[in-house]
């Protein structure tokens, strides 16, 4: 089994509920992202397009972020979700400059989301798990992929524009998707091998 | 200048609070030690737009609320926008009104400190109930209840201002959006008319959002399935949007869009050859003959409006059975020559053409005409559909006109120009065409004894009564959607405005005037001369740092709401035609020391002796009808009418309004809808379509505008007979050219500017901020993504305008109307028109004691205009795309 994700570019429309849907899911501290989304304009008026580009974790199968870290903390797991151990990263930043697609962030400090204010009951209970001084990324939502659920970018899509799946079952949605459409990864010459594939 | 400290002075001898301690989240009430262990799952409501409609499951952990996620069912089918998934922040806000308040400082502003004294729930409501019921005493008028779009989650407040018997609820939201008249008319509904997106092919979208614009969950879901089967979208408007980069953008010069539609109606009436003419003649009122005053020939006999009959070579009653009535032409009858409706409109029209238009709207008369081919192109016209075994006329295509098009002084000419459009595809109340949203059901087109419906909701007038009971002047604006711009000018100068009461009480539900409408100071120096301000509010607010007392409510999670689904206002597929349902928001636990905003309606009119007997809160609510979906709704019958000499509690009132559900047949309570989350019914779709109910030519549409007429001509005739002037209007032909049953071109009050002010503000709604509502503007969630958005907060300009203007990325600018000036940075971009300047959002003003975030950024309602002379006299919308000029300043200091 393996995990991954299709984007259909064609119905993104840009709204970055998938942004907060992770920020609330993982209660990231503030400015740190799992699930970026680029924002560009094509063309010269009036003929111009606004596009978007949501920039998960691609979970590669040739994680480049892994290969550099020193300690074992980024792992890629049996179902092919890359995660970084917090207790085993020295957050040294090799798998930052490593990563081609700028997923990961190192957290300096974990700033209360109100400026100026006590932390809220929410990030007192929530972020007991992140350690400052460490390297930070998308997880693939790994304990509700565990649980059977879809990652919550992807079940809070507000026009279905990802699909979440098993790249290794050809019958799979995902799989059948990326074939009939000729999605592909995001810079695939990279070499790096992305879970995450997009209509473009 | 308020009463509070004098009257209450007994009340404010303990020493007040300071700014530090409101805005800190001191006293969260602590967890429950007995939630400590426990995960459980709520049934939610989301209400981060106005829409406010989405179903959620809300998440506990230990007592904290970890998670509120999209519900798998409808409308929204799992889904949820970034605002929905921000909620959590807006529970725990540190900005919110924690515990009531009172101010020890009369004097007011919002930069003035109001020192605040903490007081107990039962003195804010004494002391709230008490001025209500002296106010109740000395004349009713002279409360006013004001709501916002917070409000839209009490199920009271209707029934409220009934037992309170006072004519001044007075809308916040929605003089920037007055968007109804058309709707009223035509399809005799509320609040908008929608495009059918299971079947369109074509839609034409001007001034409006389907969703994606500001993230509206399930309107977004709809459009991307039509676009995924390959419904062609065309959007008209001066930025190059989200939905735009959908489609096929036409950029059009921001204000203009009267013109556009004219041009493209021409088109249809001179250079196309193939409209629905059965349509036309069979459910319109097109070829009624019409006087030279303007109103319908009538028999002599049975008083039915006239057609001509060419086989007789006469006029006859427009129902005349096999007759061969002409839709086009003039005819002598009775020696006067008269006109069909639809020869005077096309005659009308005849200058509009689209290079006219052209010159206007800056779109191509190439465009227009291309436009205007594939519309009736794609209608199909002739065609049928079966839908579960039903035949019905099948025209999938839709124009949709909405805020950036019918704010303007000609807005409902604007709305009704789109209308005939349509009309002259057939594409209305049919599948793929264009339908009314709120109530679906059998009464809507009924027709009257003229053939034609009767208008609905707004574009039903309200009486003319001298002097004028409401302090909107209603009256005056008998369409009106809302008009709080006009209640500054009459709180203001209640002479002028012919008003024999002063106001007393103001009591804010969910409302902020200040930030949510144009020209703040107006509402500023208002709210310094009401004597009694209370507000029923959720954060500190620019509107609540200018009350008297502050009453706390819940924050969204924390309140009870059991809903009737309303249908949207972005478009219908068949994720929601037929669909009847109940929703339920189950509250999580409080966190301040705040109430529901329907228990603290119930003890105010329980305090102030409004709550039992004939014409109280209880017997309100027993007749409460609700002005959208009436009998579908929350509508109390026998035998759950409540006693009026009865004390309920919430949730038995709650219980007995679900047990009167026309569509519960399994007589189910608020016990059940705990179990079950929902009620959810489908009624079949065909009878989601009017044109099922009303077959044939059984009824007809009005093409002619007759009833618009009517009420300009009623409106004129008062005042003469009262020999009174319009309010702030010396010439009144500038309010009844407005009133003309056939729409032409009308400048709106920008056209004119001097020649500096040379480019058009416009402004647009984010996904992080929609309406604003439930401040998430405020939420930092929200504040990281608007933040880091280049076009957010900023000016954004075409780069050659800012060229010419020797303007760059970055650089800040003053943008100056003729009414007010804000200063931001400015952006580049190839997505905005030449001629416009678009500023997003509704940032700032900011308040003391506000959320910081709400100081930051534009406010670009500064820069529109509220006077008489400037608004649609017809739905009173005010201007939203007012003239600037823009000069460059140094960069400001601060951040």
Not at chain 2, 250 to 260: K, T
Request: with cysteine; glycine share 8%; hydrophobic share 35%.
């Amino acid at each position: 089994m393996k995990f991954g994700m299709l984007i259909d570019l064609r119905k993104c429309v840009g709204c970055f509920a998938c942004t907060v849907a992770c920020k609330a899911e993982h209660a990231t501290p503030t400015d740190i992202s799992y699930n970026k989304v680029k924002k560009y304009e094509v063309g010269t008026y009036p003929s111009v397009k606004l596009k978007h580009l949501p920039m998960p974790c691609m979970h590669c199968d040739n994680p480049s972020c892994m290969e550099v870290c020193p300690t074992g903390a980024t792992q890629k797991q049996d179902n092919g979700i890359v995660t970084v151990d917090a207790n085993e990263c020295i957050g040294c930043k090799a798998c930052m400059i490593a990563c081609p697609y700028e997923s990961r962030q190192f957290l300096s400090e974990i700033k209360p989301y109100y400026e100026g204010q006590e932390r809220t009951p929410f990030e007192v209970y929530m972020q007991k798990d992140f350690q400052v001084g460490t390297v930070v990324k998308c997880d693939g939502c790994i304990d509700r992929v565990r649980e059977g659920l879809e990652p919550a970018c992807v079940q809070t899509c507000i026009t279905g524009a990802r699909i979440f799946g098993d790249l290794d079952d050809p019958n799979s949605e995902i799989s059948r998707l990326i074939a009939s459409s000729g999605a592909v990864p995001f810079q695939r010459e990279l070499g790096t091998e992305p879970s995450v594939y997009y209509i473009f | 200048m308020s009463n509070i400290v004098e009257n209450y002075a007994d009340l404010l001898q303990e020493k007040h609070l300071t700014e530090d301690v409101l805005t800190s989240p001191y006293k969260w009430e602590p967890v429950d030690p007995s939630a400590i262990g426990e995960k459980k799952v709520l049934f939610g409501i989301c209400r981060h737009c106005m829409q406010g409609d989405c179903s959620t499951l809300v998440h506990i952990e230990d007592g904290i609320v970890t998670k509120v996620e999209g519900n798998d069912i409808p409308p929204n089918y799992g889904s949820l926008c970034p605002r929905g998934n921000a909620a959590i922040m807006g529970l725990y806000n540190p900005y919110r009104v924690k515990t009531p308040l009172m101010r020890t400082n009369p004097e007011k502003g919002l930069d003035v400190d109001p020192k605040w004294k903490e007081i107990t729930w039962d003195e804010a409501l004494d002391i709230t109930a008490n001025e209500l019921k002296k106010a109740f005493e000395y004349d009713p008028r002279s409360i006013v209840v004001n709501e916002g779009w917070g409000s839209k989650d009490t199920l009271l407040r209707p029934a409220f201002v009934k037992a309170f018997k006072t004519p001044n609820e007075v809308g916040s939201h929605g003089s920037l959006c007055a968007v109804h008249y058309g709707t009223g008319l035509i399809h005799g509904n509320f609040p908008v008319s929608l495009p059918d997106l299971e079947y369109c092919n074509y839609h034409i979208t001007i001034g409006r959002s389907l969703g994606p614009n500001f993230a509206t969950a399930h309107g977004s879901k709809r459009l991307a399935k039509a676009l995924a089967r390959g419904m062609k979208l065309v959007v008209v408007d001066p930025r190059c949007s989200h939905e735009a980069s959908k489609g096929e953008w036409v950029p059009i010069r921001p204000g203009s869009d009267l013109a556009f539609l004219l041009g493209m109606a021409h088109v249809m009436f001179y250079e196309i050859d193939k409209l629905d003419w059965q349509f036309l003649k069979e459910r319109t009122n097109a070829r009624y003959l019409i006087r030279p005053d303007g109103y319908y020939a009538r028999d002599k006999e049975t008083n039915k409006p006239l057609v001509w009959d060419n086989t007789s070579q006469k006029a006859v009653p427009y129902d005349t059975k096999d007759i061969d009535s002409p839709l086009e032409g003039r005819f002598m009858v009775d020696g006067v020559e008269m006109a069909t409706g639809y020869t005077l409109i096309k005659e009308r029209f005849k200058e509009y053409t689209p290079e006219w238009a052209e010159e206007l709207c800056t779109v191509p008369a190439s465009t227009i005409r291309r436009i205007a081919n594939e519309f009736v192109e794609h209608a199909q016209i002739g065609s049928t559909i079966e839908i579960d075994g039903v035949t019905l006329p099948f025209r999938p295509v839709s124009l949709n006109m909405e805020r950036n098009v019918m704010s303007h002084r000609y807005g409902v000419y604007a709305d009704l120009v789109g209308k005939l459009i349509n009309m002259m595809v057939g594409a209305i109340e049919v599948p793929g065409a264009c339908l009314g949203s709120g109530y679906r059901g059998e009464s809507v087109l009924a027709p009257t004894e003229d053939g034609t419906m009767s208008p609905g909701s707004e574009a039903v007038p309200v009486p003319f009564k001298f002097p004028p009971d409401h302090i909107g002047m209603q009256e005056f604006f008998p369409h009106a959607h809302a008009t709080p711009h006009i209640v500054t000018y009459a709180v203001e100068n209640p002479e002028e405005f012919y008003l024999d009461y002063e106001i007393r009480v103001w009591l804010g539900v969910g409302v902020n005037m200040i930030r949510t409408n144009a020209q703040p100071e107006r509402y500023v120096e208002m709210f310094k001369k009401i004597p009694f301000h209370a507000d029923i509010v959720y954060h500190m607010d620019e509107q609540a740092v200018m009350a008297d007392v502050l009453l706390p409510e819940h924050s969204f999670l924390e309140r009870l709401r059991v809903m009737p689904f309303f249908p949207s206002h972005q478009s219908f597929d068949d994720t929601v035609t037929g669909l009847q349902m109940i929703q339920l928001r189950q509250p999580v636990p409080k966190l301040f020391n705040t109430m529901h905003v329907d228990h603290i309606l119930m003890e105010l009119a329980e305090r102030a002796g409004r709550m039992y007997g004939e014409g109280g809160l209880l017997d309100c609510i027993n007749k409460f009808d609700c002005h959208i979906i009436h009998d579908h709704g929350m509508h109390m019958r026998e035998p759950y009418l409540l006693d009026l000499n009865t004390k309920y509690t919430y949730e038995e009132i709650i219980d007995r309004w679900l047990k009167s559900w026309k569509f519960n047949d399994e007589g189910k309570g608020f016990k059940e809808l705990n179990e079950e989350g929902a009620f959810i019914k489908w009624q079949p779709k065909y009878t989601f379509y009017h044109y099922y109910h009303w077959p044939g030519d059984s009824t007809k549409h009005e093409f002619y505008f007759i009833n618009l007429k009517k009420v300009g001509d009623s409106l004129k005739n008062n005042l003469r007979k009262y020999n009174i002037k319009f309010p702030m209007i010396d010439d009144e032909d500038y309010i009844f050219d407005l009133y003309d049953p056939v729409p032409h071109w009308v400048e709106s009050s920008e056209w004119n500017a001097p020649e500096e002010y040379d480019l058009f503000a416009f402004n647009w709604k984010p996904p992080y901020v929609s309406s604003d509502v439930g401040n998430v503007i405020g939420n930092p969630w929200m504040a990281e993504l608007y933040r880091k958005d280049p076009f957010e907060g900023a000016a954004c300009l075409n780069p050659r305008t800012a060229a010419a203007k020797g303007l760059k990325d970055g650089d800040w600018v003053r943008i100056s109307s003729r009414y007010g000036s804000i200063e931001c940075p400015i952006i580049t971009s190839e997505r905005f028109h030449p001629d416009g300047i678009g500023i997003s959002g509704t940032y700032g003003p900011g308040n003391v004691g506000s959320n910081p975030l709400n100081t930051k950024g534009p406010h670009f309602n500064r820069l529109i205009p509220t006077s008489i002379d400037t608004i649609d006299p017809v739905s009173a919308s005010q201007e939203i795309a007012p003239k600037v000029k823009v000069e460059k300043i140094p960069k400001p200091t601060r951040s």
